[in-house]
């Protein structure tokens, strides 16, 4: 199983700033199956990216993803309001699937 | 635009069953296969098993096989998940989701539905 670790379990940025979130994965992960997701209290979550660097339709281009091997990035180039949330990555490339434990990102 | 609508939450004893519910529209419901995931109080996600409604091919997460039972109706675009013996610990929040990707287990998840909260207790 591959596990994968967010660090750090919480992040303050300030709104226009640029936040930076990481996910390591244990082992390599093959043709860069990893995903993105952003959950709000109460809400579902909702994909951001998938493929590592590949925007799901519909997400603004200040988010992007990067990243192969065993280390992944998410960035967000300028902080909206309603950006603050928890951000998880997944991996998919065998069983079983599994996800991060989460980053928050609070505002400063 | 792809709906996933869950059924609304449920409050059970211990021991009791139970069939929670997943109504797809919006695409080919056969097209796509259907996940479970679970999101303890609190706590992160956890991707439970899949279930492929054009054939019924299951995969579980060996950590829920054996706990867990997913279904389908074609007939209704609905994916169940079902417990014969619920337990405090299944006491969490459970999201269906559809699944994207080109091969077995290569699955990102682009649509989710709202969350069925299940609650055990005595």
């Known amino acids: 199983e591959i596990v994968l670790t967010q660090s750090p379990g919480t992040l303050s940025w300030s709104p226009g700033e640029r936040a930076t979130l990481s996910c390591r994965a244990s082992?390599?992960?093959?043709?860069?199956?990893l995903a993105w997701y952003q959950q709000k209290p109460g809400q579902a979550p909702r994909l951001l990216i998938y493929?590592?660097?590949t925007r799901a339709s519909g997400i603004p281009d200040r988010f992007s993803g990067s990243g192969s091997g065993t280390d992944f990035t998410l960035t967000i180039s300028r902080l909206e309001p309603e950006d603050f949330a928890v951000y998880y990555c997944q991996y998919y490339g065998s069983s079983p699937i599994t996800f991060g434990r989460g980053t928050r990102l609070d505002i400063k | 635009d792809v709906q996933l609508v869950q059924s609304g939450a449920e409050v059970k004893r211990p021991g009791e069953s139970l069939k929670i519910s997943c109504q797809a529209s919006g695409y080919r419901f056969t097209s796509n296969w259907i996940a479970w995931v679970r999101q303890m109080p609190g706590k992160g996600l956890e991707w439970m098993g899949i279930?492929?409604?054009?054939?019924?091919?299951?995969r579980y997460n060996p950590s829920f096989e054996g706990q867990v039972t997913f279904s389908v109706d074609k007939s209704t675009s609905t994916a169940y998940l079902q417990w014969s013996s619920l337990k405090t610990s299944d006491t969490a929040i459970y999201y269906c989701a559809r699944a994207y990707g080109d091969y077995i287990y290569t699955w990102w998840f682009d649509s989710w539905g709202q969350g069925t909260q299940v609650t055990v207790s005595s």
């Open positions: 279930i492929y409604p054009a054939d019924f091919d299951l």
């Open positions: 082992a390599t992960v093959v043709r860069n199956y």
């Open positions: 493929g590592a660097s």
